[in-house]
């Protein structure tokens, strides 16, 4: 019997990393590996529309809010027209006894842009001079309403003083303001009938004819 010869088998090169598929089949799979998975896009666009959706819900809540539930703002201004006994030369002399006549114009605004504003019945103005606050004269403001972005509504109220005495350093004082134009005054509107309940509601500065900012604190 002759001697048995190993059959010699063929050398097989081995693939880079340890011996894994190669060719087109493997090519495929690399390729599903690297593409992103439709259910992750499907949640980031869920995710996303929920958030656009809660920040647009908290939108319209703000609005109804503010249109409903937030308190009116009032923006209140108040002019001097003229005004009447207080002639340096012929009422503001000693031991007199001065009947003034405040003609004012008193407006009211809406600063929101959903609720309008009143200046309700029984609201009364009282002016005083300067930031000593002498009591000059009072009157009633007639009921007015603005509406949301609409121009402020304005009304002429007339404000009068009988029999008011002045201490002789105030007079003097208020003789030179009026005779310079330089009087400053001080107008509340006072909402009420002047018991516990009533409150003052805005305080202005203003001068005869103008020429200080009109609106209201």
Same mark, same amino acid.
């Given at each position: 019997?002759?001697?048995?010869?190993?059959?010699?088998? /063929?050398?097989?090169? $081995?693939?880079? %990393? %340890?011996?894994?598929?190669s060719g087109p089949r493997a090519a495929r799979e690399r390729g599903r590996s690297q593409t992103s998975d439709p259910c992750l896009e499907c949640c980031g666009m869920i995710v996303g529309i929920a958030l656009f959706g809660v920040l647009f819900g908290?939108?319209?809540?703000l609005a109804i809010m503010e249109k409903y539930y937030v308190p009116a703002m009032p923006q209140y201004s108040v002019e001097i027209a003229s005004v009447s006994g207080l002639d340096p030369a012929t009422d503001l002399h000693?031991?007199?006894a001065l009947d003034p006549v405040f003609n $004012?114009?008193?407006g009211i605004a809406s600063k929101g842009e959903y609720r309008g504003?009143?200046?309700? /019945?029984?609201?009364?103005?009282?002016?005083?001079?300067?930031?000593?606050?002498?009591?000059?004269a009072g009157g009633r403001v007639p009921e007015m309403c603005a509406g949301p972005k609409e121009p402020a509504e304005k009304r002429t109220v007339v404000a009068r %003083?009988? %029999?008011?005495?002045? /201490?002789?350093?105030?007079?003097?004082?208020l003789a030179e303001d009026?005779?310079?134009?330089?009087?400053?005054?001080?107008?509340k509107l006072i909402k009420g009938d002047g018991d516990r309940y009533s409150r003052t509601v805005a305080t202005c500065w203003a001068r005869v004819g103008?020429?200080?900012?009109?609106?209201?604190?």
């Open positions: 019997m002759g001697a048995l010869v190993e059959e010699e088998q /063929p050398f097989l090169p $081995l693939s880079r %990393g %340890g011996g894994g598929a908290a939108l319209g809540w000693a031991g007199a $004012l114009t008193v504003v009143c200046i309700e /019945p029984r609201t009364a103005v009282k002016v005083s001079y300067s930031y000593l606050g002498l009591p000059l %003083g009988v %029999g008011v005495s002045v /201490p002789g350093y105030m007079l003097d004082s009026m005779r310079s134009g330089e009087a400053v005054f001080e107008v103008g020429g200080l900012d009109d609106r209201c604190i």
